[in-house]
């Protein structure tokens, strides 16, 4: 066994260095979703009578438990789990997933684990190396979420902190277990991330069916999602410890049967072998390929925006029994949506929503160049009749064009759920173009002058979300919440008549930015 493991430490440390600046991204973003939820929520329902009026009202509406779970008290740190925790958790577990597969099938890929295993490396080390890498990124995100809210007055003491914190690090580390897996059994990485992204969102779905379905979160369905352990650890509201112990138990069982499959495959291989293609290539070109590489991700958003759109919508009508007459919340809203009345400012605030998750994928998309390049899988197209141009065109047509479907299927699925003017939810969806965009443009910049930087995208799609999701909540500045393109585009439904002024200047800098992009990347050497 300590043969097995020779290197472990050697391959953490150079982990821990890959991801120097993706890791730490990460982690304050999960630290400060959770730890700006008090201060919000102290502000919002200062009085005891408000929140238990939100108690009252939540766990009688089953679209919004579907959303963000039951509450299971009153207090501003069991109001504060209810309104982060389940999102916490879903953050932790991207980022692990995204930690363990960079290391494990990623390496393989690029061909830079052979050459490690040649030297004094043990079979299993670059998995426990992964794995301890992501263990380190979720206990920094435990540490910091307990250290922060038991600095915070909110009404259940430290033990309420310390429960919430471990439960978000050990959801994260389930699913960096489950990614551990992914990787063993397919040949690729985006098909690892794809496989261990679809269990998530299985994951959310199944808790969200049983919160739905019951108020206690004691439906079966949410004890089968490792999101459901979550929100019944309970923080703040009579911690059950003994459900971690269902955290600890899957761990252990999902770590083993990631070893026992990576000590019985060669390297390079994967479980799941992929079909042998047909004897005659029936690809049309460069776009044909990047759609035949993409087209997975663009199916599986589509499907989850459409999900996601129908589950805002039929949640709208829910929204003002749940304001009530708290003047806090109505203007939280109301600043997200525009004061344009409760229901309009709340599809408006959602679609605003949906338009800040699509930079993730366009930024993903587009990175995808980034991923042919960095596995030596651009220069064969290149050597050929294949311009520069031509090759990234293909793929940033899917990242652009993409994007611009997802929201306007999540407008359909807003509008329906809604049950009103499906017209106007779509047109409010697809007015998050422009910005969308200038995220995405920003990524093709950076892969084109600073290909080695273009992880920064991420970073900037981050701080977007960021901004138009905690800023509003937090009162910060509007100097501070101008500097998300997000915060230039009209609020519709509901806004009046349409400034085009915004939209068209941010479009113009979308296409600048692409351009300058493009053009530094036919002057470049490629990324060896």
Sequence with gaps: MKGQLAGTGTLLRLALRRDRVMAPVWILVIALTVLSMPRSLEATYGTAAERAHVLTTMNANGSLRALYGPVFGDSIGALGVWKAGVFAGLFAAV???VIVVRHTREEEESGRQEMLSAAVVGSGAPLTAALLAA???????AVLVAAGLAGQEVGGGAGGAVALAVAIGATGLVFAAIAAIAAQLTESARLAKGLTGALLGAAFV?????????ADGGSALTWASPLGWLENV???AGERWWVLG??????????????VLAGRRDLGMSFLAARPGPARGRLGGASALAWRLQRGSVLGWSAGYLAAGAAFGAMTDGVAQLVGDNAKTREIIERMGGQSGITDAFLAGMAGMLGMVAALYIVASVLRLGGEENGQRAEPLLAG???RLGWAGGHLVIAFGGSALILALGGLGLGLGHGQDVGAAVGACLAQLPAVWVVGALAVLLHGALPRFAVAAWAVAGAALALGWVGPALNLPQAALDLSPF???PRLPGAGAVGWAPLLTLTALAALLTVTGLASLRRRDMVA
């Design 135 to 141: 263990l380190v990124a979720n206990a920094l995100v």
């Design 487 to 489: 915060a230039h585009l």
């Design 206 to 214: 199944l808790r969200a069916a049983g919160d739905a379905g019951r």
């Design 246 to 259: 269902l955290f600890g138990a899957a761990c252990a069982a999902l770590v083993v049967l990631a070893s």
């Design 95 to 97: 980022m692990s997933l």
């Design 385 to 387: 009749a294949v311009g």
């Design 234 to 236: 309970r923080p703040y």
